[in-house]
C-alpha cells in the first residue's frame, strides 16, 4: 500500500534552514507527480510546492518562491524541500502527498517551528 513518511522537521530560528524529505513506498514513485503542503494552526493546509515525475516542472506558492527549493530522487523514492530563509509565519505541519488512482495519500507530517 502507498506509504508517506516525512521527516527533518523542527525547531528553527527566523532565517535559518531545515531540510524535509518525503520517503514513499507501495507505488512506481518515479511515475508521479509529488507536492508538498502545510498547515498552520487554525489554517487551511495548502500547497507549498510540487514537481513533476521526473523533475521537468516545478511549482512553488508565492509564499515561498526564492527560498523553498522542492527536489526528488526516483532512485531512492524520496522527495525533499529545502527551506532557507525561514520566516515566523512559515511555522506549520508539513506534509507530502501523491495522488494515486484519483485517491489522495498523505505522510504523517511533520513539524517545523520558526522561533526565536
Known amino acids: 500500500q502507498v506509504r508517506l513518511v516525512e521527516s527533518g522537521g523542527g525547531l528553527v530560528q527566523p532565517g535559518g534552514s531545515l531540510r524535509l524529505s518525503c520517503a514513499a513506498s507501495?507505488?512506481?514513485?518515479?511515475?508521479?507527480?509529488m507536492n508538498w503542503y502545510r498547515q498552520a494552526p487554525g489554517q487551511e493546509r495548502g500547497l507549498v510546492a510540487s514537481i513533476s515525475s521526473l523533475g521537468a516542472r516545478i511549482n512553488y506558492a508565492d509564499s515561498v518562491k526564492g527560498r523553498f527549493t522542492i527536489s526528488r530522487d526516483n532512485a531512492k523514492n524520496t522527495v525533499f524541500l529545502q527551506m532557507n530563509s525561514l520566516k515566523l509565519e512559515d511555522t506549520a505541519v508539513y506534509y507530502c502527498?501523491?495522488?494515486?488512482?484519483?485517491?489522495?495519500?498523505w505522510g504523517q507530517g511533520t513539524q517545523v517551528t520558526v522561533s526565536s
Open positions: 507501495g507505488f512506481t514513485f518515479s511515475s508521479y507527480v
Open positions: 502527498k501523491v495522488v494515486k488512482g484519483g485517491v489522495e495519500y
